[in-house]
């Protein structure tokens, strides 16, 4: 079997012009010759406006159907649409994981009033005031929509908390006070409690909202015919839910195999291994750390010790669960995560996650096709198609890793039969030019190899000892291949 390689089909600043799902169709069969298999596709449910990215979801199961918040179609396009390109997709061998946000809700139809207390942002046990009536946006009635797909209405009951108090106009975290209502205790512990995020805070404590939300989910992957979620800030929602919410939506839409990414954003492996044990390994989650270990190697340059770049990451502790990618639609300039990764690094952070035995990498949009917005950034689709070509048909086999310099690493892949002529050397320098001497095989002496990326001009001719001495130019990757 191939390699399995995920494409975020987005970036935050696209242009709201209703073309997305076109474009995807479009790209479909392009995407799969460069060897994608799955692609995380956006949030496409209506959202609080109809260029907003689709994280102030509104309505869950409004997929650009109903003329609700001023508009049918959603930011990338309507329903049909969306199916089309799903379609085309799967026409191709594409695997279609759908974001889904479940922490919380944005655009209410009317307000509500009900009981609150005012919390301390910087840690929100501490409460501020005496409970006070206020007035919270809350309700939800899809007036466009009425009872399509499910008669379910939202009140200020199914929710957590709130930010604004329409009496006074102030913005402030309010736990909104009710029977059993509590921030739930099995989220991440910043802040006292981070249950609250933003918006409307969907409660999970609350039995109909755990049904509506499980029900949403099993229509939704039979609706779009989905392969897989990528659930958006798992840190503020309730454990046991995930857990159910997998469980039940991959029995009633009978796909045991229904595929799960996760973001749960923080910079330490501890708190990754910790959730995706709370979750009984039952999903995938992104390699913050790996992230954050590429963001501040760019920065750094020669006087990073890229000896430890892998060293306390998840795709180094749980290689199975572990989702490698370089940068996203949050880390990206100007949004809420933002942690770049500097340009010249990009190539030899997509070589360390594509050519890496282990890890489920994934390719960001902007990275592949550019970033649009008021700083536009080109796309680096010339080196990562040749990357990407690497990864489909010659990084295979068991690795051999040199992680043994501080600005220069390499490892080798040996190959495999089911893949002829595969296997590849990988060389990494964030400093001076460099070289290392890496085994490849006694069967390969006599052979030549090239620089696939064509930083190096000259070829290497394999030892009888199975060795070539490789090289590669500061600053840069090369990353070499048997010459055909
Ligand atoms: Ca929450």
Redesign the pocket.
């Known amino acids: 079997m191939g390699n399995h390689t995920m494409f975020q089909y987005f970036e935050w600043y696209l242009e709201n012009d209703g073309q997305h799902w076109k474009r995807l169709k479009e790209d479909a069969k392009e995407l799969a010759d460069i060897g994608i298999t799955a692609l995380w596709i956006p949030p496409a449910y209506k959202a609080i406006a109809q260029g907003d990215v689709g994280y102030a979801t509104y309505d869950l199961y409004d997929l650009g159907e109903f003329d609700q918040k001023g508009t049918v179609r959603t930011k990338y396009g309507t329903k049909e649409e969306l199916k089309e390109a799903i379609k085309e997709l799967h026409r191709h061998k594409i695997q279609v994981y759908l974001d889904a946000v479940l922490?919380?809700k944005a655009g209410a139809d009317k307000t509500e009033r009900f009981m609150a207390e005012e919390v301390d942002s910087e840690n929100r046990m501490d409460v501020l005031t005496e409970p006070y009536e206020i007035e919270g946006w809350t309700s939800f009635l899809f007036p466009g929509r009425g009872d399509k797909y499910s008669d379910f209405k939202w009140n200020w009951c199914h929710f957590?908390g709130t930010d604004i108090n329409v009496d006074t106009g102030k913005n402030a975290i309010y736990r909104i006070i009710g029977e059993h209502k509590f921030w739930?205790d099995e989220?991440d512990k910043e802040f006292g409690n981070y249950?609250?995020?933003m918006f409307a805070?969907?409660d999970y404590e609350h039995p109909e909202v755990y049904n509506e939300i499980i029900k949403w989910g099993a229509w939704i992957v039979s609706e779009l015919e989905l392969d897989g979620f990528r659930l958006d800030a798992i840190k503020?929602?309730k454990r046991s839910f995930i857990m159910d919410f997998l469980t039940k939506v991959r029995e009633a839409a009978n796909k045991e195999d229904l595929y799960v990414v996760a973001e749960y954003w923080v910079n330490d492996i501890m708190a990754l291994q910790e959730t995706l044990e709370s979750i009984d390994h039952g999903i995938d989650l992104f390699d913050v750390a790996l992230h954050y270990k590429f963001h501040e190697a760019a920065k750094a340059g020669k006087d990073y010790d890229l000896s430890k770049i892998f060293q306390d990451t998840l795709v180094e502790k749980n290689p199975i669960h572990a989702v490698t990618f370089v940068d996203n639609h949050d880390s990206q300039l100007g949004q809420s995560l933002e942690s770049w990764v500097e340009d010249w690094f990009k190539p030899l952070a997509y070589g360390m996650i594509l050519l890496w035995k282990d890890g489920y990498p994934c390719v960001f949009y902007g990275d592949y096709y550019g970033i649009g917005g008021e700083n536009p950034l080109d796309g680096k689709k010339d080196i990562l198609d040749k990357l990407l070509y690497i990864r489909k048909h010659y990084a295979y086999g068991d690795q051999t890793e040199y992680l043994d310099h501080p600005n220069v690493i390499g490892w080798v892949r040996n190959g495999d039969l089911e893949f002829e002529d595969s296997g590849c050397a990988v060389l990494i320098s964030n400093g001076d030019d460099g070289d290392k001497l890496m085994h490849v095989g006694e069967e390969r002496e006599g052979e030549v190899w090239v620089d696939y990326l064509r930083g190096i001009e000259e070829e290497v001719i394999i030892g009888e000892d199975g060795c070539g001495l490789f090289k590669v130019k500061g600053g840069s990757i090369s990353v070499w291949i048997k010459k055909s």
């Open positions: 922490n919380h957590t739930s989220v249950d609250y995020l805070d969907i503020h929602i």
